[in-house]
């Protein structure tokens, strides 16, 4: 069975640092590019981040340009996201996803985790 299971949300204050982590089992990642997205309450989900299966590209969305990056470690089938400089409006939950065909920021992957919880407030 695919699985994506999301980590390392949690509270933390303006201008603090989490990174997340997206563990896969019942596949490997190799092949998949993989997004972060996210969603807080009321509104659509956006795409924050993503990867290609080789590492070699990735897109950031403009409002995290700067301050988030992605990277992957394929020997551990895990993809990170460290966020920096995290403010409040970086308020949501994450998610991350999986698909063999690169979507880019678009939220129509294949294979979604179950989100975790990250907020910024002081």
């Known amino acids: 069975q695919l699985q994506l299971v999301e980590s390392g949300g949690g509270l933390v204050q303006p201008g603090g640092s989490l990174r997340l982590s997206c563990a896969a089992s019942g596949f490997t990642l190799d092949y998949y590019y993989i997004g972060w997205f996210r969603q807080a309450p009321g509104k659509e989900r956006e795409g924050v981040s993503s990867i290609s299966a080789s590492g070699g590209r990735t897109y950031y969305a403009d409002s995290v340009k700067g301050r988030f990056t992605i990277s992957r470690h394929n020997a551990k089938n895990t993809v990170y996201l460290q966020m920096n400089s995290l403010k409040p409006e970086d308020t949501a939950v994450y998610y991350c996803?999986?698909?063999?065909?690169?979507?880019?920021?678009?939220?129509?992957?294949?294979?979604w985790g179950q989100g975790t919880q990250v907020t910024v407030s002081s």
């Open positions: 996803a999986a698909d063999r065909v690169d979507k880019v920021l678009y939220p129509t992957y294949d294979y």
